[in-house]
């Protein structure tokens, strides 16, 4: 069996910076540390750190007034910043640089009377904190087909932005709807969607189109890993989406000569190395890595966990 490692995968510089938040907020706290929502969206993150002694919780009202409490990568909105204010929470904001980059531009075209179109999806937690950003101003939509139905006061003041996890090509059509309904439509110098998103559907795409079977490592609720599993079906190949190894069905291998492998951007690295020493059992494996990329983006730890001047903080270490 052929395995084609799809490159760039996994870890990208957002999930790195807000893991290594909640391990330095563990080491240099006596007191406990809680971290709202899944602080990435994937189930062996959050149980590793659970481990380390990390306390997840849905909602602040979870944790006690005054604690030490880190907001996940997904960001948040305005309203949650200012209750854990009130209840003297001491606030570690984890939030992926690139998502707020996105919160900054709601809240610019909607000061200027702009009503904002947000592409995402309902109910996820970054479409949440964006919509919150300007939440009297800000309608969401979720494909192409929702454009026709949304109602705006100024067909002439109306701007988009997007989910950083969306799918590539399926948002261009859905940006191209709305530019065909409000010719003056603004937005941001380029779509929302992060260099890591992207990165990791142009890998696949150029891996799946020459395999029989994609496994995508992800969890469940994870946006961009999902996005991996539709952009491979979409390539012509089969995909599945599984949180480890031990999710593998055999009968998804039967007949498969080359078999394409990846990660979202939330799942470990080590997960794609058990991935393929799993794949062993089933006969020779000959792995390959594809690259169409490299990347070298990181993001300074936020100012609470920072390390002193001179020291090296793990995740440089780590990626040195
Ligand atoms: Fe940031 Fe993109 Fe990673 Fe999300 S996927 S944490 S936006 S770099």
């Keep these: 069996m052929q395995v084609l490692l799809a490159s760039p995968r996994s870890f990208c510089a957002g999930v790195e910076r807000a893991i290594e938040t909640v391990e330095r907020a563990l080491d240099s706290s006596a007191e406990p540390v809680y971290v709202r929502k899944q602080i990435v969206h994937n189930v062996h993150v959050v149980a590793d750190l659970e481990r380390r002694g990390a306390i997840f919780v849905d909602e602040l009202d979870e944790v006690p007034d005054g604690s030490v409490v880190v907001f996940s990568a997904h960001g948040v909105s305005p309203a949650v910043h200012a209750e854990a204010q009130r209840r003297g929470l001491r606030v570690i904001d984890a939030t992926c640089p690139l998502v707020t980059k996105v919160h900054a531009e709601a809240r610019r075209f909607a000061a200027r009377g702009d009503t904002v179109i947000l592409i995402g999806h309902a109910g996820h937690e970054e479409a949440e904190g964006t919509l919150g950003q300007a939440p009297g101003s800000t309608i969401l939509v979720e494909t192409a087909a929702d454009v026709a139905r949304i109602q705006v006061p100024d067909p002439r003041r109306v701007a988009y932005l997007t989910q950083t996890t969306l799918a590539v090509e399926e948002t261009s059509q859905t940006i191209g709807a709305l530019r065909a309904r409000f010719p003056a439509l603004a937005g941001p110098a380029s779509d929302d969607i992060c260099y890591a998103t992207t990165n990791r559907q142009r890998a696949l ?84 890595e594809r690259p169409v990329t490299a990347e070298n983006v990181r993001f300074a730890l936020p100012r609470q966990v920072r390390p002193a001047r001179g020291v090296r903080s793990a995740g440089e270490v780590r990626g040195s």
């Design 205 to 288: 795409i150029s891996t799946a189109t020459n395999a029989d079977v994609v496994l995508v490592v992800g969890s469940a609720n994870s946006s961009n890993s999902r996005r991996l599993v539709e952009v491979a079906q979409q390539a012509g190949t089969p995909a599945h989406l599984i949180d480890d190894a031990s999710g593998i069905d055999p009968a998804w291998l039967e007949g498969a000569r080359v078999v394409a492998v990846t990660a979202g951007a939330s799942a470990p690295p080590r997960l794609v190395d058990e991935v393929v020493d799993r794949l062993r059992r089933f006969g020779p494996v000959e792995a390959e």
